[in-house]
């Protein structure tokens, strides 16, 4: 049987290995025929603490971690575009 996967941005690492990912799903409204998105937050765990904001990670379902925390992050398929500035050193989205 195969796990339930995820595809979401990573929109906060304030806590220690975990993140919080948001996983958004398009569809069609049955009556007014418009794309509608919404979304739903999960909290994900992150061992190394390889994630940063922006970055877009694919996460898998695993055992109750905690108890808001049942998913891991499986891999990350893209990450956020940074640019450090040579001047002030400060790194820029």
Do not use: Y
């Amino acid at each position: 049987m195969t796990r339930q996967n995820f595809i979401g941005m990573v929109i906060s690492t304030a806590m220690q290995k975990t993140v919080k990912v948001r996983v958004q799903r398009h569809f069609m409204h049955p009556k007014i025929q418009k794309n509608i998105t919404r979304h739903k937050n999960f909290l994900a765990h992150d061992e190394n603490e390889l994630c940063s904001l922006g970055d877009i990670v694919r996460i898998e379902a695993c055992r109750p971690l905690s108890k808001m925390k049942s998913f891991i992050v499986a891999e990350i398929m893209s990450p956020a575009k940074t640019w450090v500035d040579p001047e002030t050193k400060e790194v820029k989205r």
